[in-house]
């Protein structure tokens, strides 16, 4: 039977117009409706252009619309691109499309990716989709290459990514990430990735804008952590991010001291869940990260000897709220120094292989009422009392 018989077989009954009678007709057929049939082709232009992008096809990348970002992502070494749309509204002879971006950094990222953009498109003259522009979704951060040319350096143990860099300087932060990796190792151990991925904004704004958080927030903060693919289930895609801005008023040590820390966390990402109290993945961080550096509890715990001087001793851990970036410096300050000391202490008093096992064994549970409790009974053998009191005596001694 011809298409033109399909039509007259469901044609619906009544008055209707024609014209109305037809559309309602390939719908009960179970026909495409246009707007179905516009997501179709978008996906499949998405798919050229993600197809062009692992090709490093400029011609191909072209030929979808716009090729401003191209040359911005040319250079990262990428083992999966893909789009999915998940929603298309049309005007006329133009359209804009919600889309997941799924990619994977090469040798790296053993998860995807997934983050959602905003794709506008233009209807041409011969009736095909093309790009006019590709952004990250509404309240959602930016991409490196969101913010210009992306220039790579490759280290032994690391990856470095950066926009608005001298090379030379991407350099710096790859020697300063492969000498963290197997410091981490040594602390840590070596089951895991093993090497880091580094992001290089070219300002606070542009670390603002990868993390999607107001610039206000990590002013002063040289560099955070994030596994931007979430779970447990699965190893995420973890990223360095660098503040340009702070991180270049620390000395060698301190820069180093940052690196270690932050790939400590990529290192622990998976003993570290809900249950973990920011004190001790901070603390630990930074004890991984001091470690064999010869630095003193008064050199590393200023603001802390401060309030131990003065007879302001803290009354309990330093509880998740006192790590707010936002807040008050320094408590701030304060927060990473006692969650450090408690880690320094136990790493003291019951050996760096215990500091290790209570760090997982606190990550193990599932939320975090009891969890460090348990772990503290389990594996130091002690109480949170107990241990709340060695603490406090143990900053008065390497303090006061």
């Not at 790859?174 to 300002?203: F, N, Q």
């Not at 807040?327 to 003291?348: H, K, N, Q, T, V």
């Amino acid at each position: 039977m011809t298409g033109r018989g399909r039509v007259r077989a469901c044609r619906a009954v009544g008055p209707w117009p024609v014209v109305v009678a037809l559309l309602a007709s390939l719908v009960a057929c179970g026909g495409r409706a246009p707007a179905d049939g516009a997501r179709a082709e978008v996906q499949g232009l998405l798919d050229r252009r993600a197809a062009a992008v692992l090709d490093r096809d400029a011609r191909a990348y072209a030929a979808t619309g716009d090729a401003a970002g191209f040359a911005a992502v040319r250079a990262v070494p990428l083992a999966a691109w893909s789009y999915r749309v998940t929603a298309l509204r049309r005007g006329g002879d133009t359209a804009t499309a919600d889309a997941e971006l799924s990619y994977r950094v090469a040798d790296y990222d053993r998860a995807p990716v997934v983050v959602k953009r905003t794709v506008r498109l233009a209807l041409g003259a011969g009736g095909r989709w093309s790009v006019t522009s590709e952004k990250p979704a509404k309240e959602t951060g930016q991409q490196l290459w969101d913010q210009g040319t992306v220039n790579v350096v490759r280290g032994e143990h690391s990856l470095v990514l950066g926009v608005g860099q001298s090379g030379g300087r991407l350099r710096s932060f790859a020697e300063l990430a492969d000498d963290a990796v197997p410091a981490v190792s040594a602390a840590w151990g070596t089951a895991w990735a093993g090497h880091v991925v580094v992001l290089v904004p070219r300002s606070l704004a542009g670390m603002a804008g990868l993390l999607g958080s107001p610039a206000a927030a990590y002013r002063g903060i040289a560099a955070v952590t994030t596994g931007e693919t979430g779970g447990r289930a699965r190893t995420p895609a973890d990223r360095v991010v660098v503040n340009p801005d702070a991180y270049g008023m620390l000395g060698q040590v301190g820069r180093q001291v940052v690196l270690t820390h932050e790939t400590t966390h990529v290192a622990t990402r998976a003993h570290t869940g809900a249950a973990t109290p920011l004190w001790l993945s901070e603390g630990y961080a930074d004890w991984v990260g001091y470690r064999g550096t010869g630095r003193t509890p008064p050199e590393v715990a200023p603001e802390l000897q401060h309030s131990v001087m003065t007879g302001s001793v803290p009354s309990a851990l330093p509880a998740d709220g006192d790590f707010a970036f936002s807040g008050d410096a320094s408590r701030l300050a304060e927060a990473y120094e006692g969650g450090w000391l408690a880690c320094r202490m136990i790493a003291e008093r019951w050996g760096e292989a215990r500091l290790d096992a209570f760090y997982r064994a606190v990550g193990e549970h599932e939320e975090r009422p009891g969890a460090v409790e348990g772990a503290l009974k389990d594996v130091l053998h002690t109480s949170l009392p107990r241990f709340t009191a060695d603490w406090q005596a143990y900053l008065k001694s390497r303090l006061g």
